[in-house]
């Protein structure tokens, strides 16, 4: 039989909300860590050591808002509309392992086609831990329609998401407006009504399944909060003047435990300038979020355009601690934060006993300088360590 136990050695670790410093070992067996030991002890007996060295350990980074189904490069709404499941399936496959050997041990797909992410969940080999939507609930022709999830009126919403159920998701996602990446839609536009948001909710709720809402502009970003929604997508509060937050929003937000997705943007040469002068009040708005103690997390949107490879995470929270949150705040938002947010809270995001054994290894000190999260050193998934 062969023994499952080892041993991971590093110089520091960060275990999903304190740094460490000194000599720390993770012991871990079958997968699970068993212990995490700081006193400089030698490894129990016949335990297969790993020794980084001058590296810092951390959890397995968590994108809580990706589309595995999206080529970056190429685009979405034509791949969706027009490609077979099983081309799909395997770009999906290959951008899962992309993430994967970046550091992101945990994906949570927030809009795929078919219910493929959750055929994709099943096969586990060399892939992240996957949290799936399936197709996201959206009103006829509204934002991400190719995905195959419009539905229109109380009855249609809640046949939808238990039929959602039915298939296994781990979640609901919802379009609670329109959005920038399909034809024709108004991302500060409203697609639902509270009641039909609330009714969406609810039935989700009664099936036993979290529920987050897409939602760009503030009548859609107050609709969902008030509507019960666990967590809230992007938060860009457009309104027909602008991105100018809303602070009795935010405080409903803050006062009910509601995760908000903070999809990293970035200025960029050639950015139209409409989108450009949203982008300044945007991360002003998650900071003040943040510091008001809304628990934002830092996740990706990866694969909306050619801006966003599914392993941009890394370089996401470099920027993301430079507008929003401190450093350790930043890697805790895709750590324990971001498993928080997946419902994964119990098992992810921390390096602890009975946790998971995913984590990434790092050269450098994150807490110190944030960019040292993009200097990969290893990888491990359930206590194996990744081909990189």
């Not at 921390?350 to 990888?379: C, E, F, W």
């Amino acid at each position: 039989m062969n023994d499952l136990r080892s041993a991971i050695r590093a110089n520091r670790l960060f275990d999903g909300g304190t740094l460490w410093e000194g000599p720390v070992m993770v012991l871990v067996d079958d997968g699970k860590i068993t212990d995490v030991d700081r006193t400089g002890a030698a490894p129990p007996d016949g335990v297969s050591v790993t020794d980084l060295g001058d590296a810092t350990l951390l959890p397995g980074l968590v994108d809580a808002h990706t589309h595995l189904a999206f080529d970056p490069q190429g685009h979405t709404e034509t791949q969706m509309l027009g490609d077979d499941d099983a081309k799909v399936l395997a770009r999906m496959r290959k951008h899962a392992q992309q993430a994967l050997q970046a550091g992101v041990t945990t994906v949570r797909d927030l809009g795929d086609r078919g219910y493929l992410a959750l055929q994709l969940r099943q096969e586990r080999q060399e892939l992240p831990h996957i949290v799936a939507s399936g197709p996201p609930i959206t009103r006829t022709g509204g934002h991400c329609f190719y995905l195959g999830g419009e539905a229109d009126g109380l009855k249609e919403i809640a046949a939808a998401v238990a039929d959602r159920a039915r298939h296994g998701v781990d979640l609901i996602k919802i379009m609670a407006t329109g959005g920038m990446s399909t034809v024709g839609s108004d991302p500060g536009a409203a697609q639902y009504t509270v009641a039909e948001l609330r009714t969406a909710v609810q039935t989700a709720h009664e099936l036993g399944l979290p529920i987050t809402a897409h939602a760009h502009g503030t009548s859609g970003i107050a609709a969902a909060v008030a509507a019960g929604a666990d967590g809230v997508e992007h938060c860009t509060f457009i309104t027909l003047d602008g991105v100018q937050p809303d602070g009795q929003i935010v405080d409903a937000i803050a006062a009910a435990g509601v995760f908000v997705g903070c999809t990293v943007v970035r200025p960029r040469v050639g950015m139209p300038a409409e989108v450009l002068a949203t982008i300044e009040p945007y991360w002003q708005s998650q900071a003040a979020m943040h510091a008001r103690g809304v628990r934002v997390v830092c996740c990706t949107d990866a694969g909306i355009n050619p801006h966003k490879p599914h392993d941009i995470l890394p370089s996401d929270v470099a920027y993301f601690a430079s507008q929003a949150a401190p450093n350790s705040a930043a890697l805790a938002s895709v750590t324990s934060l971001a498993a928080d947010a997946c419902g994964l809270g119990h098992r992810k995001g921390r390096i602890a006993a009975d946790y998971d054994a995913d984590m990434l290894a790092v050269s450098g000190n994150p807490v110190h300088d944030i960019t040292a999260i993009q200097k990969v050193r290893a990888v491990f998934r359930a206590g194996q360590p990744v081909n990189r």
